[in-house]
């Protein structure tokens, strides 16, 4: 069947909706049993807080070294209604005890939750008392056990978004119950544990400690964490509240707790001046931890950060500072907006994500050392939220969640990304002041509460005396990305007409208003100068700007000047000229950036060649002083040698003849930039990446045993093994040796996931399908983090014949792996182990297979719309090569 692009979105949106029977659920709904299942609807979730209040917890654990632990989870709250079952969610649990108001009560217990007879509870007070055992989950979620192979070190750290603390202890796991957590926890004498309070007492109990922990502030579960083990400490007491900082101590080295002291400090100073509401706890703690789902997680007071985006060995780059930086304040900003004040169901996780995005930005661009941030947010954040709103599987920032296991369906760019920019663009609208305040009022009127969507949107309209309503439905309740262009004619070297016209995409109808500037540039002997700009409110399809009319005739017009929109630039034939031949004379870094970008979305419209891009970027990205523009540059080379391979292969002369150019040209840039670090590991990650020659594996080969040397390039063992997967990846022949003389000299969790990368990507035909059987079996005993390395290596671009091998396979079992599988196993199965093999047959056998997946979850089927538009979208780069 081929499907239309209109068609793949109407199936689209349709999962979204289907998703969504149960939104409609309210008040006054009669009593239905739960559904058998380990996920909670949003109807029963409604029905449960209709009658559940106050609620409270006292949690007791014993934790060790095993692979299980224990706990009694005792749940204090008022009830108002008892003429029907209650259930309380626990996951994969053995249960040996269940007290309910003080009397012993049978189990009816189903793995996923608990139910609790009518007859057993009473109007107002209850408490329910639950014993059980647990195995640690290993996947990320729940109670996470992590073994160091390095010293055999046990650490634990807890992850519960977005509803995953019933893997941890018995509650109503729903973010609209919040709650106080009084917690006690048995842990052997050496471990340290934390949660969102400081200990108020710790007693020696044999040859292990009990820690007390006294009753938190108000939390919703997914909010409130539990870590164990013995993590190194930090500690920094030098400002308003306590700090500290946790690590492994196998990589206690690898910290550097200056920076994350420091950034933590400007963050906390930053955000009490900007909400003007204190920090809402008692002290701010963060850890570094292993086999991490995400990047960080804003547990209240108690911050948990991935050690594979924030560990280095070496000094960090300019690049992984700034992204530190970020990335702790995204987590700070959680603690009022997300913490404080928390959203009632799933469906409004969007807005603490995309606030938290925006606010962190905002946040280190103003109180860090850098300054230049939003460049990086329009380069990275702001692109994927483009991309992702222009594939068939686009969605409304707002979109009702059915269940909780539909929670992160939708967490993608436009949570993150594309909200952040509407509500960067809004502030544009309103005037910074008048944004702040609402913002403001918000905290301080549901703080400590559950709030939707219109507490927010109604804060904000009583700030700026304005209805927002429009707004509201334009930017958050329709999806898509629009499209401006200037329109004008010049009469005797002036303006004589100028319209900004808006267009939408292929059915997708919403035309947007919004506040951007106009720039207009000409050139001088040496520069392309602006030579004038203007802020204009458009809306409509057409809105005329007559306040042009009679200025100079522009050579360059730029319609989101310094990006205050969120919409997508569709430059003039002129401009778009312009911008082709004088990349290198634009003295503006932004605008240079915005143009770079303009060009490369040419490529992926089908409207500009992809050699021909290719031929600008090489003659124009040896000047390139500017390290995010260089970083954006040539991660969009890189991505365009990817299409070469796919398209036609890595032994193609066409193929070939670039990748000369490029190591060529990376290594010669290499060695220009020895005076400058950060430049200089920027490219010369890009020689590694680019080199594919025997010479250049060669090269790189005797980097690493030392034979030669860059001035100011330290070989560090990330570099290592960074260096070693490149030789595995293009068949070096003392690749394989290679790898396990590094494993015995870096035999960490890092060196073990980087030797399995490195094995796994090795381009043989039985090493894929050995490893394919591992991942899809399920029998494995290698951790999820670890199987989630192996599906990043199976197949890159280059071994798209190796991919054709197994792809008719892998779309077969697609709908089976879907149902023995979690969501979490799934989000990355389907990510990366959908074949698109740039190929009419692989469009025809994705045609197929959608056709076919009425089964999959929404999730999965997502994936697969994705796959089938990239790889139209990688025949219509190939039908466009000159």
Same mark, same amino acid.
């Given at each position: 069947?081929?499907?239309?692009?209109?068609?793949?979105?109407?199936?689209?949106?349709?999962?979204?909706?289907?998703?969504?029977?149960?939104?409609?659920?309210?008040?006054?709904?009669?009593?239905?049993?739960?559904?058998?299942?380990?996920?909670?609807?949003?109807?029963?979730?409604?029905?449960?807080?209709?009658?559940?209040?106050?609620? +409270?917890?006292?949690?007791?654990?014993?934790?060790?070294?095993?692979?299980?632990?224990?706990?009694?989870?005792?749940?204090?709250?008022?009830?108002?209604?008892?003429?029907?079952?209650?259930?309380?969610?626990?996951?994969?649990?053995?249960?040996?005890? %269940?007290?309910?108001?003080?009397?012993? %009560?049978?189990?009816?217990?189903?793995?996923?939750?608990?139910?609790?007879?009518?007859?057993?509870?009473?109007?107002?007070?209850?408490?329910?008392? %639950?014993?059980?055992?647990?195995?640690?989950?290993?996947?990320?979620?729940?109670?996470?056990?992590?073994?160091?192979?390095?010293?055999?070190?046990?650490?634990?750290?807890?992850?519960?978004?977005?509803?995953?603390?019933?893997?941890?202890?018995?509650?109503?796991?729903?973010?609209?119950?919040?709650?106080?957590?009084?917690?006690?926890?048995?842990?052997?004498? +050496?471990?340290?544990?934390?949660?969102?309070?400081?200990?108020?007492?710790?007693?020696?109990?044999?040859?292990?400690?009990?820690?007390?922990?006294?009753?938190?502030?108000?939390?919703?579960?997914?909010?409130?964490?539990?870590?164990?083990?013995?993590?190194?400490?930090?500690?920094?007491?030098?400002?308003?509240?306590?700090?500290?900082?946790?690590?492994?101590?196998?990589?206690?080295?690898?910290?550097?707790?200056?920076?994350?002291?420091?950034?933590?400090?400007?963050?906390?100073?930053?955000?009490?001046?900007?909400?003007?509401?204190?920090?809402?706890?008692? @002290?701010?703690?963060?850890?570094?931890?292993?086999?991490?789902?995400?990047?960080?997680?804003?547990?209240?007071?108690?911050?948990?950060?991935?050690?594979?985006?924030?560990?280095?060995?070496?000094?960090?780059?300019?690049?992984?500072?700034?992204?530190?930086?970020?990335?702790?304040?995204? *987590?700070?900003?959680?603690?009022?907006?997300?913490?404080?004040?928390?959203?009632?169901?799933?469906?409004?996780?969007?807005?603490?994500?995309?606030?938290?995005?925006?606010?962190?930005?905002?946040?280190?661009?103003?109180?860090?050392?850098?300054?230049?941030?939003?460049?990086?947010?329009?380069?990275?954040? @702001?692109?994927?939220?483009?991309?992702?709103?222009?594939?068939?599987?686009?969605?409304?920032?707002?979109?009702? &969640?059915?269940?909780?296991?539909?929670?992160?369906?939708?967490?993608?760019?436009?949570?993150?990304?594309?909200?952040?920019?509407?509500?960067?663009?809004?502030?544009?609208?309103?005037?910074?002041?008048?944004?702040?305040?609402?913002?403001?009022?918000?905290?301080?009127?549901?703080?400590?509460?559950?709030?939707?969507?219109?507490?927010?949107?109604?804060?904000?309209?009583?700030?700026?005396?304005?209805?927002?309503?429009?707004?509201?439905?334009?930017?958050?309740?329709?999806?898509?990305?629009?499209?401006?262009?200037?329109?004008?004619?010049?009469?005797?070297?002036?303006?004589?007409?100028?319209?900004?016209?808006?267009?939408?995409?292929?059915?997708?109808?919403?035309?947007?208003?919004?506040?951007?500037?106009?720039?207009?540039?000409?050139?001088?002997?040496?520069?392309?100068?602006?030579?004038?700009?203007?802020?204009?409110?458009?809306?409509?399809?057409?809105?005329?700007?007559?306040?042009?009319?009679?200025?100079?005739?522009? *050579?360059?017009?730029?319609?989101?000047?310094?990006?205050?929109?969120?919409?997508?630039?569709?430059?003039?034939?002129?401009?778009?000229?312009?911008?082709?031949?004088?990349?290198?004379?634009?003295?503006?870094?932004?605008?240079?950036?915005?143009?770079?970008?303009?060009?490369?979305?040419?490529?992926?419209?089908?409207?500009?060649?992809?050699?021909?891009?290719?031929?600008?970027?090489?003659?124009?990205? *040896?000047?390139?002083?500017?390290?995010?523009?260089?970083?954006?540059?040539?991660?969009?080379?890189?991505?365009?040698?990817?299409?070469?391979?796919?398209?036609?292969?890595?032994?193609?002369?066409?193929?070939?003849?670039?990748?000369?150019?490029?190591?060529?040209?990376?290594?010669?840039?290499?060695?220009?930039?020895?005076?400058?670090?950060?430049?200089?590991?920027?490219?010369?990650?890009?020689?590694?990446?680019?080199?594919?020659?025997?010479?250049?594996?060669?090269?790189?080969?005797?980097?690493?045993?030392?034979?030669?040397?860059?001035?100011?390039?330290?070989?560090?063992?990330?570099?290592?093994?960074?260096?070693?997967?490149?030789?595995?990846?293009?068949?070096?022949?003392?690749?394989?040796?290679?790898?396990?003389?590094?494993?015995?000299?870096?035999?960490?969790?890092?060196?073990?996931?980087?030797?399995?990368?490195?094995?796994?990507?090795?381009?043989?035909?039985?090493?894929?399908?050995?490893?394919?059987?591992?991942?899809?079996?399920?029998?494995?005993?290698?951790?999820?983090? @670890?199987?989630?390395?192996?599906?990043?290596?199976?197949?890159?671009?280059?071994?798209?014949?190796?991919?054709?091998?197994?792809?008719?396979?892998?779309?077969?079992?697609?709908?089976?792996?879907?149902?023995?599988?979690?969501?979490?196993?799934?989000?990355?199965?389907?990510?990366?182990?959908?074949?698109?093999?740039?190929?009419?047959?692989?469009?025809?056998?994705?045609?197929?297979? &959608?056709?076919?997946?009425?089964?999959?979850?929404?999730?999965?089927?997502?994936?697969?719309?994705?796959?089938?538009?990239?790889?139209?979208?990688?025949?219509?780069?190939?039908?466009?090569?000159?």
């Amino acid at each position: 069947m081929k499907l239309g692009i209109s068609t793949l979105l109407a199936l689209s949106l349709g999962l979204t909706a289907c998703a969504s029977k149960d939104d409609a659920a309210g008040k006054n709904l009669s009593y239905t049993p739960r559904e058998q299942a380990s996920y909670l609807t949003q109807q029963q979730a409604m029905l449960r807080s209709e009658r559940v209040s106050n609620v +409270d917890y006292v949690l007791d654990f014993t934790l060790g070294t095993e692979e299980t632990f224990s706990a009694i989870s005792r749940v204090d709250f008022d009830l108002s209604d008892v003429s029907s079952p209650l259930t309380l969610d626990l996951d994969q649990a053995k249960v040996t005890k %269940v007290v309910v108001n003080g009397e012993a %009560v049978s189990v009816d217990y189903n793995q996923w939750f608990i139910t609790l007879s009518e007859q057993n509870l009473k109007l107002g007070r209850n408490s329910v008392s %639950v014993s059980f055992e647990r195995k640690h989950s290993t996947n990320g979620e729940g109670l996470h056990r992590f073994k160091d192979p390095v010293d055999g070190k046990v650490y634990l750290y807890s992850h519960f978004e977005p509803a995953a603390a019933h893997q941890m202890f018995a509650l109503f796991d729903q973010p609209d119950l919040k709650a106080n957590f009084e917690m006690r926890v048995l842990a052997p004498n +050496d471990w340290h544990v934390f949660t969102a309070m400081r200990e108020s007492r710790i007693e020696q109990v044999g040859d292990k400690k009990r820690w007390y922990f006294d009753s938190s502030l108000r939390l919703s579960p997914y909010n409130f964490s539990l870590h164990a083990g013995p993590y190194r400490e930090w500690q920094d007491n030098s400002g308003k509240y306590p700090l500290r900082l946790f690590a492994r101590q196998s990589v206690a080295k690898q910290v550097n707790p200056s920076d994350w002291f420091t950034f933590t400090h400007q963050g906390i100073g930053f955000f009490e001046d900007y909400y003007g509401i204190d920090y809402p706890f008692r @002290k701010y703690d963060q850890v570094l931890v292993p086999d991490f789902l995400y990047g960080a997680m804003e547990n209240a007071a108690a911050i948990t950060f991935s050690e594979g985006s924030f560990l280095t060995n070496g000094e960090m780059s300019h690049s992984q500072r700034e992204n530190l930086a970020r990335v702790i304040m995204h *987590e700070m900003a959680h603690q009022w907006f997300g913490n404080l004040v928390t959203m009632k169901w799933w469906n409004g996780l969007w807005l603490n994500e995309s606030f938290a995005a925006f606010m962190a930005t905002l946040a280190t661009a103003e109180a860090t050392e850098f300054t230049d941030v939003w460049r990086t947010f329009y380069a990275r954040g @702001k692109q994927a939220a483009y991309r992702q709103d222009q594939r068939v599987t686009t969605h409304p920032i707002e979109v009702p &969640i059915a269940t909780s296991h539909n929670a992160f369906d939708n967490i993608d760019a436009i949570t993150y990304s594309k909200g952040a920019s509407a509500l960067k663009q809004l502030g544009h609208l309103l005037g910074e002041e008048t944004f702040r305040r609402g913002i403001h009022n918000y905290l301080s009127k549901n703080a400590y509460q559950n709030a939707e969507l219109d507490d927010f949107i109604n804060a904000l309209a009583k700030a700026a005396d304005r209805n927002l309503d429009q707004w509201k439905q334009d930017w958050l309740y329709h999806a898509g990305v629009n499209t401006i262009r200037a329109d004008y004619q010049c009469q005797q070297g002036k303006i004589s007409r100028f319209a900004l016209k808006q267009s939408t995409q292929e059915g997708i109808p919403t035309l947007r208003e919004q506040k951007v500037q106009l720039g207009l540039f000409n050139s001088d002997n040496k520069q392309l100068k602006l030579t004038g700009k203007l802020a204009v409110t458009y809306k409509g399809a057409v809105t005329q700007v007559d306040e042009l009319i009679g200025r100079q005739c522009p *050579e360059l017009v730029y319609p989101n000047y310094q990006d205050w929109g969120f919409v997508k630039v569709n430059l003039d034939q002129r401009s778009f000229n312009t911008a082709k031949q004088q990349l290198s004379r634009v003295a503006d870094p932004l605008l240079r950036s915005m143009l770079w970008q303009s060009l490369w979305d040419s490529v992926r419209d089908g409207q500009l060649a992809l050699n021909e891009y290719l031929e600008i970027a090489l003659l124009n990205i *040896e000047q390139e002083q500017d390290y995010t523009i260089l970083g954006q540059v040539l991660s969009q080379i890189s991505q365009g040698k990817n299409y070469l391979n796919r398209i036609y292969g890595p032994e193609h002369s066409r193929v070939q003849a670039v990748s000369e150019q490029l190591e060529q040209l990376s290594w010669r840039a290499t060695l220009a930039n020895k005076a400058d670090r950060n430049k200089l590991r920027r490219w010369f990650s890009y020689y590694r990446t680019f080199a594919s020659s025997p010479q250049a594996l060669d090269k790189l080969l005797q980097l690493l045993q030392g034979k030669t040397a860059v001035d100011n390039l330290e070989i560090d063992q990330d570099k290592r093994w960074q260096i070693i997967g490149q030789l595995s990846r293009f068949q070096h022949p003392q690749a394989g040796e290679l790898i396990e003389q590094e494993l015995a000299r870096d035999n960490s969790d890092s060196g073990q996931k980087s030797a399995l990368y490195a094995r796994v990507i090795v381009p043989d035909a039985k090493v894929k399908a050995s490893w394919l059987e591992t991942i899809q079996s399920g029998n494995s005993d290698l951790p999820f983090s @670890k199987v989630r390395t192996a599906m990043n290596a199976l197949y890159p671009a280059e071994q798209n014949r190796l991919a054709e091998q197994t792809a008719q396979q892998r779309l077969a079992t697609l709908a089976q792996m879907d149902k023995d599988n979690n969501p979490v196993f799934m989000r990355s199965y389907a990510r990366r182990l959908i074949p698109a093999t740039c190929s009419e047959a692989s469009v025809k056998r994705l045609d197929a297979a &959608i056709e076919n997946s009425a089964a999959l979850s929404a999730g999965t089927q997502r994936r697969l719309l994705e796959a089938h538009q990239e790889d139209q979208r990688c025949l219509t780069i190939k039908n466009k090569m000159l």
